[in-house]
């Protein structure tokens, strides 16, 4: 039987070689193109069974293609490999005729279930085992699932403890703990440990979709079911059949899903989207989420019913600045994990290092850690990373800067922003007085004045749009008076978290990608974050 063709489209090299030595070594045959006019012309002139396109591309969009693909009668299932941003763009594609879609940076299982759901029964015989190919580091990682625990705190021995006495149970698991503290893997350790460890555990980022295509995911669709619906298409649930599905960032789920996912819980059966027949299930759910959902319930973001039957079991992971005693033996474990890559001989870190870690509070937590260690293997200089530790985890205005492509939320490399002190100040093109001052006749020796608005007064226009003033964060929602001691210190944390990012964004020219970068967070992160601040983009508000 001919090898099955898959055409990679995406204008990043790396991207391209990862994809296709991958897909090699299962079978496929790959061909790539790095522009969307060149994967036009490629799909024009031959025969591929499948097309993995990327969203994102300079000159002509993946979108752009689809649609070009699909007017010119290409019928070969394309998937869409769509950025954590770029959520929007990936509705829009299934609306063009996308058959399935892929978040970046996605695993090598997940590629595969969207290959096998794009050629149903026709995917190719695997080869006789060969070495491994030679693939980015990076690449690698984004690809492996592999998590292990490391810890000797006792905060954290008791939350092991309680996962190996609930494993093999059925119930629902709910994580709780800040960004970065490893929901993530204590979810696969239950996977591994229970009696479903030999199926599928199926991870689905609830923050990382609209409530449409989330609910297409979780429970897939029927053909003609919207716009785009050009196959029948499972869901989450389904591939997880007596498996696990972990829901990360549960707190993110619309209340109508919320809803659905009850149904799934109470019944174990569901309806796809535009289904008539039920879909039974048997899939054990752990879920996870960094935001009190107690509070989400009181302002009516969460529903109170579903919280009862995910709090069966809960468990709670402390952040690393609570467990410092973690601090040094998680830091051997990624010197080990990077060292391989980038720093050959290299098997411990200055005790000036280590102590410095150990101080320092990684507001980022274990995620936090493992980068500045990685950020240390490749930099190979520990004075960089000491400076770091000592301005508060900001990088130092002294590191050197890599040339990076910022296309991924449509900002193109900004020249650097005027400094503020050469700015000159914002002047409004049209002065107006607010009210109007008129002598009346008066009873008595008392004179009377009539205020009366005057004309509307001109919008106000910049000459330099990064000057425009930032709208007042904002109000809580309760007064102060009624606000507890935690309450006015998460108003105060958000407060602060809104100076901090709006200097960055300053700093950047509002890059919101590059400001991502170098305030350590993830860009999904930081355009939520945005949002909560009421933060808004002057190159969309200000009028020129």
């Not at 090299?13 to 006019?37: D, I, K, M």
């Not at 002047?427 to 009873?443: D, G, H, N, W």
Request: charged content about 25%; proline content about 8%.
């Amino acid at each position: 039987m001919d090898r099955i063709a898959v055409l990679v489209v995406d204008d990043e090299e790396q991207v391209r070689t990862f994809l296709a030595e991958l897909l090699g070594s299962s079978g496929y045959q790959v061909r790539s193109a790095s522009s969307g006019s060149q994967a036009l012309e490629m799909l024009s002139g031959g025969s591929f069974d499948v097309v993995l396109l990327d969203v994102m591309m300079p000159e002509m969009s993946g979108l752009d293609v689809l649609k070009r693909y699909r007017a010119s009668g290409g019928g070969a299932p394309v998937i869409v490999l769509s950025a954590l941003s770029g959520a929007d763009d990936a509705m829009r594609a299934m609306k063009l005729g996308a058959s399935d879609y892929l978040s970046k940076p996605f695993g090598a299982d997940e590629l595969e279930d969207a290959l096998s759901r794009a050629l149903g029964n026709r995917l190719p015989a695997r080869p006789a085992p060969v070495s491994a190919p030679v693939v980015p580091s990076h690449a690698k990682e984004e690809a492996s699932n592999e998590r292990i625990v490391i810890s000797h705190s006792p905060a954290m021995r008791r939350a092991r403890a309680l996962v190996e006495r609930i494993a093999d149970t059925d119930v629902p698991v709910l994580l709780l703990g800040e960004s970065g503290t490893g929901k993530e893997v204590i979810a696969r350790e239950i996977h591994a440990r229970s009696n479903r460890r030999n199926k599928p555990f199926i991870k689905v980022n609830c923050a990382a979709l609209p409530g449409e295509l989330l609910e297409s995911e979780l429970f897939g669709h029927e053909r003609g079911a919207f716009t785009g619906a050009t196959a029948e298409k499972p869901g989450k649930f389904e591939l997880a059949d007596q498996g696990t599905i972990f829901l990360d960032e549960i707190g993110e789920m619309a209340i109508r899903l919320q809803a659905k996912l009850l149904q799934v819980l109470q019944d174990e059966e569901f309806f796809r989207v535009g289904g008539k027949k039920s879909v039974r299930v048997d899939s054990r759910v752990v879920v996870a989420t960094n935001r009190d959902l107690e509070r989400e319930i009181a302002l009516g973001n969460f529903r109170e019913d579903l919280f009862y039957r995910l709090n069966v079991v809960a468990i709670r992971l402390p952040s690393l600045r609570e467990r410092p005693e973690d601090v040094v033996p998680l830091t051997d474990h990624f010197l080990k994990k990077y060292g391989r890559g980038f720093m050959s001989g290299v098997a411990e870190l200055p005790p000036e290092v280590l102590r410095a870690f150990t101080e320092y509070e990684w507001p980022g937590n274990v995620r936090e850690l493992e980068n500045m260690v990685r950020r240390l293997c490749v930099l190979k200089d520990t004075s960089l990373v000491m400076e770091e530790l000592r301005s508060g985890g900001r990088v130092p205005a002294s590191a050197p800067s890599l040339p990076t492509s910022y296309a991924g939320d449509g900002d193109v490399e900004p020249p650097a922003p005027t400094p503020r002190a050469m700015t000159p100040a914002p002047v409004p093109l049209v002065a107006t007085s607010s009210v109007q001052v008129l002598e009346m006749p008066a009873r008595g020796n008392t004179p009377a004045v009539e205020l009366t608005p005057a004309a509307t007064p001109a919008p106000v226009r910049y000459a330099n749009p990064f000057d425009a003033p930032q709208p007042p964060p904002p109000p809580p929602s309760m007064p102060e008076a009624e606000m507890s001691l935690k309450d006015i210190g998460k108003r105060a944390a958000m407060l602060a978290e809104r100076e901090a990012i709006l200097a960055m964004l300053q700093r950047t020219a509002w890059n919101k990608r590059r400001a991502a970068g170098k305030l350590r967070i993830s860009y999904k992160a930081l355009l939520y974050k945005i949002k909560e601040c009421g933060i808004i983009d002057p190159r969309a508000a200000a009028e020129f």
